[in-house]
């Protein structure tokens, strides 16, 4: 089994955007009728959304994603925290039709209601109601809900921790994953979403969150950012620090995903970072999308370069699916009781 | 010969800190005495400052480092626009002293008077002095006068158009180089400064920069940030933007130093960079200070790596001087002079 951790709906049809404008026009014109909650797309038209994903998938070789809204329109700076609630649970619960729709191909983790200068304490029961109500098994945790200025508390602020209690609760994860960004010196994929995740990466380091919650687990994606290329420097850093190694500190709570997209990247991340600390990810359809002129393949086909790597039959096991039963241990559940239904 | 591109003056005598202490103290209480900008520091202190410096050029087999004011000491943020002038100065007339001490072993690249909000057309004159009355070879540019919040535009508008105009006159490059972070969220050398290496490559290529100025060249540091490990992604980007490759569109004008404290990071670093563009540097005595408990050796000893890769020696003598000498065209005159005078 290959599980990809990491797929954002970012083909969902057209009514969901028109939700969004709808509901953003009218933060600036109230006349404008409220959109509906509930948006007129049938299930065939959000199967004819998928099959892109379903495609790549099969071609791939790939079988499970774990999927959740587009993280470029969770754009939590926008409007108010009630804006981002009711955007966050239409989106949500999209995820949760996709997955009713295809339940071996997705498995859902949800957007969270975040919005600038609000406590993620209002994270927690959307959290609840996508975990213990549609069966999804984490989520994503937008470090800078500001979306470029990074005004809010950093991640390992106490400020946090009433959504942490709830992961820890639930036993879900959260991948550490920036939205789009207003700010003009961040392109939001070239550099918002690096820099978020070098930025999560530093501030763990230099935290004691998780001497706070031993359980709690964060996925760091897009290869980590830039600390995998930087090991040498977080381990002098952590050492200066008087800390203990990197391992010890951090990789009981902290993973790296494979979206990273060429061959020496992926080398790299393979040779510093333990293999127990890997999941398997694409971000397929995502932030690149053609075809890489050098090798003749998707640059997000990520399987392809793994497969290169001279890594033992157990060490791929884990990278490919067993990391993500461990980080996300509410799969397997969801996954047996597919078995069942099928 | 070889050349360290990027060495701050990280070690400078306690006058320093005191000026620029009762500097930002009298912004408080303008009943402070005016610190006097003739710091009182004897050359014997300087040369004694020094001694870590230059044990490590002889040890390590280096000659010649182009050396700056500390990066964190810059902190454009701080006070006003005249605050950063006079502070910058003070800084600058230090390096000098330095150089002048050690010519053989320094030479001079300037910090500029930036400050959040102000045109950087007001580093002009700094720029002029240090290069054409101090000798110096470059400046260092922060990316975010702000220190930390990205309030400023970015290095691709127009806002920065004047110190380039003065920087192409004078035919001197810019590193990329941020400074401290007031921001909690970002770490200072663990996240603030890949982030804006990040940040500022990612502006590079999604502007026109290069065609308004074809002979302006930038060294990014610490390895370009997270770009070598991501340069598939930012290949991808660029094709998905119908832009030209990434060697075409930025190669001819952007450089990466050898700030990279592992052998896997340097690894990746001349896979993926050509060694045209690549620059040998270490930033010591800086950001970590440590021995590596893996080698035996010093995180910062970069020199170390570069003499593992298996390249050719035409490709070697590229990395440790010759692009120095291409990218910084006044280091030349400048030796030259110094022969002739020694």
């Given at each position: 089994m290959i599980i990809d951790c990491h797929g954002h709906?970012?083909?969902?049809?057209?009514p969901l955007a028109q939700f969004r404008d709808r509901q953003l026009a009218r933060l600036i014109d109230p006349a404008i009728a409220k959109p509906v909650r509930e948006l007129s797309i049938s299930d065939d038209q959000l199967r004819e959304s998928l099959q892109k994903q379903l495609t790549f998938q099969r071609e791939r070789g790939t079988d499970l994603t774990i999927f959740s809204p587009r993280a470029g329109g969770m754009s939590h700076h926008s409007g108010t925290e009630h804006t981002s609630v009711e955007w966050t649970q239409v989106c949500n619960d999209l995820i949760h039709r996709v997955v009713q729709l295809y339940p071996s191909n997705f498995v859902g983790v949800c957007q969270l209601p975040q919005s600038p200068?609000?406590?993620?304490?209002?994270?927690i029961e959307e959290l609840e109601r996508c975990v213990?109500?549609?069966?999804?098994?984490g989520c994503n945790i937008n470090p800078d809900p500001t979306d470029g200025y990074w005004t809010d508390p950093p991640l390992t602020d106490r400020y946090w921790y009433p959504l942490y209690e709830k992961m820890v609760e639930l036993d879900v994860p959260g991948m550490v994953h920036v939205s789009c960004s207003c700010n003009p010196n961040f392109h939001a994929v070239g550099a918002h979403y690096l820099n978020g995740d070098t930025a999560a990466f530093m501030q763990f380091l230099q935290s004691k969150l998780f001497q706070d919650f031993p359980t709690l687990r964060f996925v760091i994606p897009h290869g980590g950012g830039a600390v995998p290329y930087h090991w040498g420097r977080y381990r002098g850093i952590a050492l200066d620090l008087k800390l203990p190694p990197l391992e010890e500190l951090l990789l009981n709570n902290v993973y790296f995903d494979t979206c990273v997209y060429h061959q020496p990247g992926i080398d790299l991340l393979s040779e510093v970072i333990p293999a127990d600390n890997i999941l398997f990810a694409s971000e397929m359809v995502g932030a690149v999308r053609g075809i890489d002129p050098l090798t003749g393949h998707y640059f997000d086909d990520t399987k392809r370069y793994l497969d290169h790597l001279p890594l033992s039959s157990e060490d791929k096991d884990k990278i490919f699916y067993k990391n993500a039963l461990k980080v996300y241990p509410r799969l397997e559940k969801v996954l047996a009781e597919r078995e069942i239904a099928s």
């Open positions: 709906y970012t083909t969902a049809p057209a200068g609000v406590s993620p304490a209002n994270c213990t109500e549609l069966g999804f098994i």
